[in-house]
């Protein structure tokens, strides 16, 4: 079946950039999305990217996608220390339950001032 | 943007007994929502998916006898263990989804305890 594999942690110093990096099975996925979870919160979408895209900006935040190599990346610029957190990939799996999400284990990602 | 809301936010409960959780989209209609489980330093797998009007399809070795789900209306999910054990507390999250293919708006999970 489909999965969804990403490092589990990441430490970097405050100013920074990060990089979360993520890969996938399913050829078939049209939509990957980079989720965010702080302590005890539930999921919260930062950014997703189209699968005929290859980078997407936004402030921040830098999708990098590359289809053949099934390889997602996250860039965080100017990493705070509010940016620590759970990063979870995941992916839409047409072919299960009306388009659920196959998230991978997620990257905990550890800011020092 | 779009709200989901879970209720309660945390339960603790006996052995044995049932526990509801709620999961209400407030500013949207769901066509469908999902039920996540995720357990500590995991992360999130799909239960089930719910249809507004009919029957929740279950995930593989999910109890459908167990995860009782209802969707009686396109704002409203529930979520009930029923005859929980210890072995079921863990954070269950719900997302719905507005029918489209691009987002799934997540709620802010319940965490249950059964002692």
């Known amino acids: 079946g489909e999965d969804v594999e990403q490092s589990l942690f990441l430490s970097v110093r405050e100013g920074d950039s990060s990089v979360i990096n993520c890969t996938y099975t399913?050829?078939?996925?049209?939509?990957l999305y980079w989720y965010k979870q702080e302590p005890g919160a539930g999921l919260q979408l930062l950014t997703y990217?189209?699968?005929?895209?290859d980078m997407k900006q936004d402030q921040r935040l830098t999708v990098l996608l590359n289809k053949k190599d099934k390889h997602l990346s996250l860039r965080i610029a100017d990493t705070q220390t509010g940016d620590s957190a759970i990063y979870f990939c995941?992916?839409?799996?047409?072919?299960?339950?009306?388009?659920?999400?196959?998230f991978g284990k997620g990257t905990k990602l550890s800011v020092k001032p | 943007g779009a709200v989901v809301s879970q209720h309660p936010s945390w339960v603790i409960c006996k052995s044995g007994t049932s526990v509801k959780i709620e999961c209400r989209s407030l500013?949207?209609?769901?066509?469908?929502m999902f039920w996540y489980r995720q357990f500590p330093k995991q992360s999130l797998m799909l239960m089930a998916t719910?249809?507004?009007?009919?029957?929740?399809?279950?995930e593989q070795g999910v109890e459908k006898d167990k995860f009782l789900i209802n969707h009686a209306s396109l704002t409203l999910s529930t979520l009930t263990v029923t005859s929980a054990h210890p072995e079921d507390s863990s954070f269950y999250i719900c997302?719905?989804?507005?029918?489209?293919?691009?987002?799934?708006?997540f709620g802010p999970g319940t965490r249950l305890t059964v002692t």
């Open positions: 997302s719905a989804t507005l029918g489209g293919p691009y987002e799934q708006y």
């Open positions: 399913d050829s078939s996925s049209t939509y």
């Open positions: 990217i189209f699968s005929n895209m």
């Open positions: 995941a992916e839409r799996d047409y072919g299960g339950s009306q388009g659920n999400l196959i």
């Open positions: 500013d949207f209609q769901a066509t469908t």
């Open positions: 719910s249809n507004e009007g009919s029957k929740a399809t279950y």
